[in-house]
């Protein structure tokens, strides 16, 4: 596992006077949301940039060759483009062999698990031997620096997680589920062909709470996504594990999508899991990077532990669509497990 | 135990709560305010509010908030 984030880092601290609140406010959002640090690309960056940079490094440092990639996947919610595919363009600015399946996903902070679940599925196939995964988003370039709403938790990142045949024998656990009714309640308004971008689109409006926000933007209906978050996720990790026949003290940890602090203590506590056994440290140092927090999470948590032996974890992801999955497995063995900067 | 108007205030000073029976319609606490206030509330009694009752309904006004923390073991 690779993760790349922009070397520009923007404190909340530098960014509050952007938001028409009281000081004494927003300092004391930032220490119930846990906001501090957050990492965002430089303006014209696209998740490919961020992905081709991690794979070079991979390659330079001998870590993956390019002819060993017979599938890649993006999972991404901002594409470089309409057409083609961000997957066609990494293939071609990397050079990457014709037979390498390429695919796009649309799918968000659930596309952890969801990009797991396909890479695992191509690699069914005998002549499939790796498959590299990207989560990436560049979902700051869709925020309202007036919102207050969204632009403080939002961070920038791609993961780049390499999957291969593991001759152990290890079932793999996982559920998704999904529920388009709720379809509105974390989407950007404009910019699709049903409410294509214009100078109007681009208009900011004042969307109550102070805050202001164009139909270009990403909109979150941040009640209503608290409440699927907690509503939701703990009876589908449940049935997972009751699947699997574990117990839930029996898993070491629960990687959680990290949209902010405040809600993963609220779900640790509704699921009796200690805080410590959910980590919750991503928001605060990189912002919520959608399907790249819970690599993440691994990475500045775990790192050392699944490069020299493993733990049961129970990965879970919820967000866009909306979507929720889960998915428990041992995680270890892996050759590397890193974050390194772009600039 | 500091009373739950003493709270509320602490939050929004410029509102008086015990002159409001819906504090959203009012626009009193907006959706982070009702975060902070949790957070407040569960360091203050040493409990955890469910996220699934962090709803508006629940934080309208002193009573309903009360009626909350009694329902989360709170004895006021």
């Known amino acids: 596992m690779l993760a790349v984030v922009p070397a520009r880092e923007r404190t909340f601290l530098e960014e509050m006077n952007n938001f028409n609140f009281p000081e004494s406010r927003s300092l004391k959002l930032k220490e119930v949301m846990g906001y501090d640090r957050r990492r965002l690309v430089e303006p014209g960056v696209c998740i490919s940039d961020l992905a081709v940079f991690g794979l070079k490094h991979l390659f330079e440092r001998g870590l993956l060759k390019p002819d060993e990639i017979d599938g890649l996947f993006v999972v991404t919610q901002t594409p470089d483009y309409f057409m083609p595919p961000t997957s066609n363009v990494i293939q071609g600015r990397l050079n990457l062999k014709q037979d390498a399946f390429c695919l796009d996903i649309s799918q968000g902070c659930a596309g952890f698990v969801i990009g797991l679940i396909q890479a695992f599925s191509l690699l069914e196939q005998e002549n499939v031997k790796k498959v590299v995964l990207i989560n990436a988003d560049v979902l700051s370039r869709k925020t309202s620096p007036k919102d207050r709403n969204i632009y403080p938790l939002v961070g920038d990142a791609a993961a780049i997680t390499i999957v291969e045949k593991d001759a152990a024998d290890s079932v793999i656990h996982a559920s998704v589920k999904m529920d388009g009714t709720r379809n509105e309640v974390l989407m950007i308004p404009a910019g699709g062909m049903r409410l294509p971008s214009s100078p109007e689109t681009a208009v900011l409006e004042d969307v109550g709470d102070k805050n202001l926000r164009a139909k270009d933007h990403l909109f979150m209906d941040g009640s209503a996504v608290f409440n699927f978050v907690q509503t939701e996720v703990p009876p589908l990790i449940e049935d997972t594990l009751k699947d699997a026949g574990v117990a839930m003290d029996a898993v070491d940890y629960f990687l959680c999508h990290q949209p902010n602090r405040f809600m993963l203590q609220k779900l640790a506590d509704k699921m009796k899991v200690p805080h410590a056994r959910m980590p919750n440290n991503v928001v605060e140092r990189f912002g919520n990077s959608s399907g790249a927090t819970i690599p993440i999470a691994v990475m500045i948590n775990l790192a050392e532990r699944v490069k020299t032996g493993d733990c049961l974890a129970c990965l879970a992801g919820f967000g866009v669509g909306m979507t929720w999955s889960s998915m428990l497995m041992r995680l270890g063995g892996l050759s590397f497990c890193e974050l390194v900067d772009y600039a | ?76």
Do not use: Y
Request: hydrophobic share 45%.
């Open chain 2, 1 to 76: 135990m500091k009373p739950i108007a003493h709270i509320l205030k602490e939050i929004r000073p410029e509102f008086d709560f015990t002159a409001s029976n819906d504090f959203m319609a009012d626009g009193m606490l907006d959706s982070f305010d009702m975060v902070t206030l949790v957070a407040t509330l569960d360091k203050t009694f040493g409990i955890s509010i469910p996220g699934t009752e962090i709803v508006p309904e629940n934080f309208q006004n002193i009573g309903t908030i009360e009626a909350l923390l009694r329902k989360c073991g709170v004895k006021l």
